[in-house]
Structures are given as C-alpha cells and as structure tokens.
C-alpha cells in the first residue's frame, strides 16, 4: 500500500469513517521523499525505533524497512481500524495505543527494544506537545542515540539556535546542553494532509554522552538559564535579581569575575559563560 499517495491516503480513511482530528495534530504526511530520509537519518545499525504518533503508518513503513524493530505509540484509538490493515506486511513493528505523555518511556524502551545495538526516537511530532515531550526525553537521561523528528519550522530553529544567538532561548540550551542539535532538512506545508499554515523542518538531536560544559548544580544551572530568558530586553543583572532572588551585588560580582559587562542581556551569553555564572553565582549562595 502507497501510504504517501493522496489517493490511497483519502480512501483508506473515508472507507474507515475517520476524520482528522486538529486538536491531536493530525497533520499525515503525503511526501514520498520525507519519510525514507527521516528512517535513513534514525537508524545506525541495529537500531530499535520508538516512534510517536504513527497515524496511518507512513512513517513507520519505512521505520520498519530501516529497522530492527518499531515500537509506535499512538493516542488516537480510531486508528486501531487502520493500521493493522496499512501495516500489514510489516512484522517488526508492534502499535500500543496510549498517550506518551502518560507512559514510563524507560520502562517501554527496556521492555521492548534492550535487545536492540542502539535506540532512536522518530516522529512527526504532533505540534502541541513538542517541547515538553523533547524536554522529556532530554531530561529523563534515557537510553537513546539520537531524536529525529519533524516540528514546526520556527521551533526548529529555536530548538537548534546557537546559545548567545537572538534565535536562542532557554529550550535551545537545554537541547545543545543534553545533544548535538541539527536541522537536516525544512518541509514545506504542502507535504502534508490536511495542509497546516505554517512549513516544517526535520531535526536530529544526537544524544551527548557527557555534558559539553560541566555544571555543579543542575537543577540551579537550568533555573538561571530560564531567568536569563524570562525577561529578554532587561539586562542579566535585573531578570536573574528579578526572578531568581540573587541580590543585584552578587551578580555583579560575579559578572565582573568573568570579565563580562554588567549591562549584558542574558541572551547575549554562550553555554559556556551560563555554566560558569551558574557555578559562581550558586556556590556564593550557599
Ligand atoms: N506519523 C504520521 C505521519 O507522519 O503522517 C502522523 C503524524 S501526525 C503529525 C501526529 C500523530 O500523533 C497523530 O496520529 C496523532 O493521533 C498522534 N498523537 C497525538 N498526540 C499523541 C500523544 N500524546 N501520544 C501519542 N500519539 C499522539
């Protein structure tokens, strides 16, 4: 079955009663390129896939070409009808309805894929949880190589923006803090049924195995980055003292240490520079 064909696409749900659902995200994709080059672009070796939100399956097909096995979770009960049918020459690929965002993802990727080399995320995200669940996946240390998934162009680049850079915000640094962040290649709205009114893009987040920066405190290092970026034309000195309760004084001070003007904005400064203000500024505070 042709599953990026238009017309099979149209058939297979009108014959099934399904319609597309804007509040899951529901935006399938049409374009016979994406898809062979997202599963190229997931799968090393023998990679165990999970995949989110599989829709009708047309990402999967070509997950389950590419893989060693597939694993897709998906929310929408109705496609039960469907996928076993659009899947039905694809033996390495098990579908568990629920919601990802509800699930023990650690304990689904050792149940299901531990016996696989490595283990890739691949997704069409469906929009409306894209940074909570990559910030998820980041934060929960899971053993994975690499995300590849499709998201709304504007959250692409923000997501892979440099640290310092205008582009950047707090989500950019977290995501170049835990992985190797890369736009591979942008997806125009066209691509898509139904056609959503903004373009896409795919991304490849490559898991880092240590920290680029080393960071004593996490929890306060990650607190300090969305200070810095909770009120972007304030200088630094005012959103950290502002929301993060440091007295003005000690940012100053420590501003100073590093050799950085005392009227920067937060946005202004690199991973690096977050990392050692972080280290100076909580270390005075205990
Ligand atoms: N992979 C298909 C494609 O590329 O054509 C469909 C992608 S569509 C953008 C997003 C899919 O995610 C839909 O099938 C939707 O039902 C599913 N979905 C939405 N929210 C979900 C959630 N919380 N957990 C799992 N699947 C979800």
């Known amino acids: 079955m042709n599953l990026s064909d238009i017309g099979t696409v149209r058939s297979l749900l009108e014959a099934n009663g399904f319609s597309f659902k804007k509040s899951l995200g529901q935006n399938f994709l049409i374009n016979p390129k994406v898809c062979p080059a997202m599963a190229k672009a997931a799968c090393g070796g023998k990679t165990g896939v999970l995949e989110i939100g599989p829709g009708i399956g047309v990402l999967t ?56 080399e490595t283990v890739a995320v691949c997704a069409n995200l469906p929009y409306y949880i894209t940074s909570p669940l990559l910030m998820l996946l980041l934060e929960s240390r899971l053993p994975i190589d690499n995300i590849t998934v499709m998201v709304q162009k504007e959250a692409a680049e923000r997501l892979c923006a440099r640290v310092g850079t205008r582009q950047a915000g707090a989500v950019s640094a977290a995501v170049r803090y835990y992985s190797e962040p890369e736009i591979l290649f942008g997806v125009s709205r066209e691509s898509f049924v139904p056609r959503p009114k903004v373009d896409s893009a795919v991304i490849k987040l490559k898991i880092r195995k240590i920290p680029p920066v080393r960071v004593e405190d996490e929890k306060s290092f990650f607190r300090l980055i969305k200070s810095c970026f909770a009120q972007r034309r304030k200088t630094l000195v005012n959103t950290v003292s502002n929301t993060a309760g440091i007295e003005k004084e000690s940012i100053k001070k420590a501003l100073s240490e590093l050799g950085i003007a005392e009227n920067i904005r937060g946005e202004q400064l690199g991973l690096e520079e977050l990392a050692v203000l972080s280290n100076l500024l909580y270390k005075r505070k205990d």
């Not at 998906?74 to 690929?93: G, H, M, Q, T, Y």
């Not at 023990?104 to 990727?109: G, H, S």
């Open 61 to 116: 097909a070509e997950l389950s070409k590419k893989a060693e096995k597939v694993i897709s979770v998906e929310l929408d009960r109705r496609l039960e009808k469907i996928l076993p049918k659009a899947l039905s020459d694809c033996r390495n690929v098990e579908i568990i309805y629920g919601d990802i965002m509800k699930m023990d993802i650690r304990k689904l990727i050792s149940e299901k894929l531990s016996d696989c």
